[in-house]
């Protein structure tokens, strides 16, 4: 087996290629907790964009939203840490800081969503003027703010702590490093997949996703049978804020425990991209997810550990900056190949006026 390995590997050309191809298979388990990690704010805003576009509601505000809870529950969590008790707990290092400021990181992407919906639904505003909207607004405004309080070097409330499994479970063969992918997580990334699979059964088995596709279908054949459509994109486009406001949640209160202006990086757009690719289901815009964080996590185990012979030298001489642009070619690669390939919901983006009665 290994002679015919190193005979693969000594093809010209070609040997790279399957040198490459080993590389990924042998730090697989090494870089999956990163890959998830990386995942959970990308599957967030897709699973946003799933709930919002599914009742006819186009929302390119998520990135702007992710942004605005995630500088929400820092700095809520930097308000309350002088009078509230500190101490993390075993239970994913949890504190009464950290769980208010969650809150409220929540409940403010909420808020920015029920604005997005006013002027979307009941203004019926032009839904991408009204996403830019929020976008501009949400990063003029945070970064104003965080400019002003960084000035006072505030100390953060810190960040929910990660799960650590037991070792016998990560070390089973074949099936120990799935588990250290899934359990080696902090809640909000382990809840990702709950969240991705109960959305799933709810939006194709249960009377609110048989509404909420009609809705965004045909409009007025769903009002005709007694559904109220401005009350479900309503309702829909809110609870859609509070899965953005998880992704914003985990990128200042789970992933780091800071807030850096812009520190959304454009994860709400790739997010939407993950969504079409997905082709507006939960499950598979968590695989389009994936598929883009995989990029990042090889990226960074070329950096901590390197593939040996000629593939290390080739991948080391490539300039650092390619790795930080990889994820976002790797989106207009595979949503450009995608084009008039993947179908919308017929009403996704047109405003619903509701007929006068006569």
Same mark, same amino acid.
């Given at each position: 087996?290994?002679?015919?390995?190193?005979? &693969?590997?000594?093809?010209?050309? %070609?040997?790279?290629?399957?040198? +490459?191809?080993?590389? *990924?298979? !042998?730090? @697989?388990? #090494?870089?999956?907790?990163?890959?998830?990690?990386?995942?959970?704010?990308?599957?967030?805003?897709?699973?946003?964009?799933?709930?919002?576009?599914?009742?006819?509601?186009?929302?390119?505000?998520?990135?702007?939203?992710?942004?605005?809870?995630?500088?929400?529950?820092?700095?809520?969590?930097?308000a309350?840490?002088?009078?509230?008790?500190?101490?993390?707990s075993?239970?994913?290092?949890?504190?009464?800081?950290? &769980?208010?400021?969650?809150?409220? %990181?929540?409940?403010?992407?909420? +808020?920015?969503?029920? *604005?997005? !919906?006013? @002027?979307? #639904?009941?203004?019926?505003?032009?839904?991408?003027?009204s996403?830019?909207?929020?976008?501009?607004?949400?990063?003029?405004?945070?970064?104003?703010?965080?400019?002003?309080?960084?000035?006072?070097?505030?100390?953060?409330?810190?960040?929910?702590?990660?799960?650590?499994?037991?070792?016998?479970?990560?070390?089973?063969p074949?099936?120990?490093?799935?588990?250290?992918?899934?359990?080696?997580?902090?809640?909000?990334?382990m809840?990702?997949?709950?969240?991705?699979?109960?959305?799933?059964? +709810?939006?194709?088995r249960?009377?609110?996703? @048989?509404?909420?596709?009609?809705?965004?279908?045909?409009?007025?054949?769903?009002?005709?049978?007694?559904?109220?459509?401005?009350?479900?994109?309503?309702?829909?486009?809110?609870?859609?804020?509070?899965?953005?406001?998880?992704?914003?949640?985990?990128?200042?209160?789970?992933?780091t425990?800071s807030?850096?202006?812009?520190?959304?990086?454009g994860?709400g757009?790739?997010?939407?991209?993950?969504?079409?690719?997905?082709?507006?289901?939960?499950?598979?815009?968590?695989?389009?997810?994936?598929?883009?964080?995989?990029?990042?996590?090889?990226?960074?185990?070329?950096?901590?550990a390197?593939?040996?012979?000629?593939?290390?030298?080739?991948?080391g001489?490539?300039p650092?900056?390619?790795?930080?642009?990889?994820?976002?070619?790797?989106?207009?690669?595979?949503?450009?190949?995608?084009?008039?390939r993947?179908?919308?919901?017929?009403?996704?983006?047109?405003?619903?006026?509701?007929?006068?009665?006569?």
């Amino acid at each position: 087996m290994d002679g015919l390995i190193n005979g &693969l590997y000594g093809i010209p050309v %070609a040997g790279l290629l399957f040198q +490459l191809l080993g590389y *990924l298979v !042998a730090v @697989l388990p #090494i870089v999956a907790p990163i890959m998830l990690r990386v995942a959970c704010p990308l599957t967030l805003a897709a699973l946003c964009g799933v709930v919002c576009e599914r009742s006819g509601v186009v929302n390119i505000g998520i990135e702007g939203t992710m942004l605005v809870a995630a500088f929400v529950g820092w700095v809520v969590g930097v308000a309350l840490l002088p009078v509230l008790p500190a101490t993390p707990s075993p239970f994913f290092g949890v504190t009464p800081v950290l &769980l208010i400021a969650f809150v409220a %990181a929540l409940g403010s992407a909420m +808020l920015v969503s029920l *604005l997005h !919906a006013w @002027l979307s #639904i009941s203004v019926r505003a032009d839904q991408i003027i009204s996403g830019t909207i929020v976008n501009i607004a949400a990063f003029g405004v945070t970064g104003y703010l965080n400019e002003l309080i960084s000035k006072s070097s505030p100390t953060s409330a810190g960040a929910f702590s990660a799960f650590v499994p037991p070792a016998a479970l990560v070390n089973l063969p074949l099936v120990g490093w799935l588990f250290n992918m899934f359990l080696n997580q902090g809640p909000i990334t382990m809840s990702v997949l709950v969240i991705v699979v109960v959305l799933q059964i +709810l939006l194709f088995r249960s009377r609110w996703g @048989l509404r909420t596709r009609a809705v965004g279908e045909h409009p007025q054949a769903a009002e005709t049978v007694g559904i109220d459509v401005i009350r479900v994109r309503y309702r829909n486009v809110v609870l859609a804020g509070l899965l953005a406001g998880l992704g914003g949640a985990a990128l200042s209160m789970e992933l780091t425990n800071s807030f850096q202006e812009g520190m959304t990086a454009g994860r709400g757009f790739i997010g939407l991209a993950a969504m079409i690719i997905g082709r507006w289901t939960p499950l598979g815009a968590f695989g389009a997810a994936l598929l883009f964080a995989s990029s990042v996590a090889v990226s960074q185990s070329i950096t901590f550990a390197p593939p040996a012979g000629e593939l290390g030298r080739l991948l080391g001489a490539i300039p650092g900056q390619f790795w930080d642009a990889l994820p976002y070619v790797v989106t207009i690669i595979v949503v450009a190949g995608l084009i008039g390939r993947s179908i919308p919901p017929a009403a996704d983006g047109r405003p619903y006026e509701r007929e006068a009665t006569s």
